[in-house]
């Protein structure tokens, strides 16, 4: 298996750790997103969004979407299982997932960064706002959903990570180093958080430890 991703990439860190959990190893490829390696046409005949994460396995169909591909390893390789089995609780953690999957990371992807910088001509400083305003609305949204539901337990739903746990560790990882975002206002998810991060699959995936991080980064 190989898996097209980039260090910073919220969405592959998301593919990352799920493989980490099922005990699957996948050849890393690196994309640099800001030098536009997305866009090349090899890549594009893989993934026409021109976005990481892509998984490709020999003789198969390119996989894109993180939720997607989450799902399809939590179908094809269905221990440790990622989701729980009653249908309410597998929409709450779906439902944590996409919070900030779909609605809080579509805004902050490197391509609405540029639009906002080029096309808008917003100055830095404008577009660090509109970055931790997104950030920051999920995850009060993700704290309240955590903190106000018995059902969270160590992880976001009860003692059993979930997809639900992977998507918000690449969340707050993502917010912490664009906006420098601080736990402390959501003290349920940065439980969670550090519940998550004593794993060694969420510790070893985790974006500065990624053979294409830069190595000055903090
Ligand atoms: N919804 C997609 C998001 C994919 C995505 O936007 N990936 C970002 C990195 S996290 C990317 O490749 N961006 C390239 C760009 O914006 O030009 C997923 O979950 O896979």
Redesign the pocket.
């Known amino acids: 298996m190989k898996l097209f991703t ?1 260090w ?8 990352r750790i799920a493989l980490a959990l099922k005990g699957l190893d996948a050849e890393l490829i690196t ?1 640099d ?1 800001l030098k ?1 390696d ?2 090349a046409d090899g890549y594009r005949a893989l993934n026409p ?5 892509t998984l490709v396995e020999e003789g198969h169909p390119p996989l ?6 989450l799902e399809f390893l939590e179908e094809r390789h269905p221990e440790p299982p990622l989701l729980p089995v009653e249908a309410y609780a597998r929409a709450r953690v779906r439902a944590l997932a996409q919070v900030v ?2 609605d809080a ?2 805004f ?7 639009y906002l910088e080029n096309e808008l001509g917003l100055p830095e400083a404008t577009r660090n706002t509109w970055l931790a305003h997104w950030l920051t609305g999920a995850s009060q949204a993700v704290e309240s959903m955590l903190a106000h539901d018995p059902r969270t337990g160590r992880f976001c739903h009860g003692d059993q990570v979930s997809v639900a746990d992977i998507c918000i560790v690449a969340h707050f990882t ?1 917010a912490k180093m664009l906006c420098r975002l601080e736990m402390e206002a959501f003290p349920t998810a940065a439980r969670v958080f550090s519940a998550c991060m004593q794993l060694d699959a969420f510790a070893r995936t985790h974006p500065l430890r990624q053979p294409d991080a830069p190595k000055a980064v903090s």
């Open positions: 980039y910073r990439s919220q969405a592959s860190y998301r593919v994309l997103l536009g997305q866009f969004e021109m976005v990481v994460p894109s979407q993180s939720l997607a591909i999957a779909m990371h579509p902050i992807v490197p391509r609405v960064r540029k993502s």
